[in-house]
């Protein structure tokens, strides 16, 4: 599972949207609704942006991409998609660290069913496969804008029912530097990391998916990032995992224990020469 967060979009996000229409239009959804339309996911996003100057971000783009394993796992189901799409949310709302949920954001979600490989692909830049060429196998993933904006309009209602005393909304970006601040100007905050591993643990519970630790967002953090001894460490506790190790031990062990047995009788035939 690899959940990205892109660069934050300046203007109106129609752009982004026209551009994941390319696979058909319509079929957007959010936290409780479905089957929506371009002009509705325009007009809410670009209508939600209180407080924002002009070169702020107005909206992000959050991206999950299940591996080919894990949507044959699900049977490429697209409910189950949406339905873990909207956990994933709630942990992009609670990372903020400010009580809120999906619900409390305002975001729309797209499946698209293909991948063509790009110029940043290894197998393009090594000239195994051509830019523009489609990927093979199950490539579903899901396209998610939000705004940076809390909702504007549950927002007003929280506050005029007095669940809140705010006196303005939140501005929520997951490109912020702090991470979990419960002190100084800006408390809350958002790590990537933790957002990562979060979806990656609610798909596992949501789905029963027992992810092999080659498949886990920290085993490819540490061999990019870990220092040689913990690269060296994960790559031998997940060779110790693979089925065929265990068989390899055995055969070695009962080998080793043979060797064992026929060294008395060995002896045995030096002493009676």
């Known amino acids: ?17 026209q551009y994941l229409e390319k696979e058909g239009e319509g ?51 697209r409910h189950q998609l949406e339905s873990f799409t ?60 939000v705004s940076r904006t809390e909702d504007l309009s549950r927002y007003q209602q929280k506050k005029q029912a007095g669940e809140i005393d705010r006196k303005h909304p939140l501005k929520l970006s997951p490109a912020t530097n702090h991470r979990a601040t419960s002190q100084g100007a800006v408390q809350g905050g958002f790590d990537r990391t933790e957002f990562k591993q979060a979806v990656e643990v609610q798909f596992d519970r949501q789905f029963g998916y027992e992810r092999p630790l080659t498949e886990t967002f920290n085993y490819a953090n540490t061999l990019q990032k870990g220092s040689q001894e913990e690269r060296i460490a994960l790559r031998l506790e997940a060779l110790r995992q693979q089925p065929n190790y265990l068989l390899s031990e055995r055969s070695n062990q009962r080998s080793e224990q043979a060797e064992k047995e026929q060294i008395p009788q060995r002896k045995k035939e030096d002493l009676s020469l």
């Open 27 to 77: 079929n957007w959804f959010t936290h409780d609704k479905g089957n929506m339309d371009a002009s509705q996911v325009v007009s809410t996003i670009d209508a939600n942006r209180k407080h924002l100057g002009q070169q702020d971000d107005k909206y992000y783009q959050v991206i999950l991409s299940p591996s080919q394993s894990e949507l044959t796992h699900l049977g490429n189901n």
């Open 86 to 145: 909207r956990g994933a949310m709630d942990q992009y709302a609670a990372q903020f660290g400010k009580g809120i949920k999906s619900s409390d954001l305002v975001w729309f979600a797209k499946i698209e069913q293909a991948r063509t490989f790009s110029h940043t692909d290894k197998a393009v830049q090594q000239q195994q496969r051509v830019e523009g060429e489609s990927k093979e196998g199950p490539q579903t993933h899901v396209h998610i804008i």
């Open 1 to 17: 599972m690899v959940a990205k967060i892109t660069n934050g979009g300046k203007g109106s996000c129609i752009g982004l949207v």
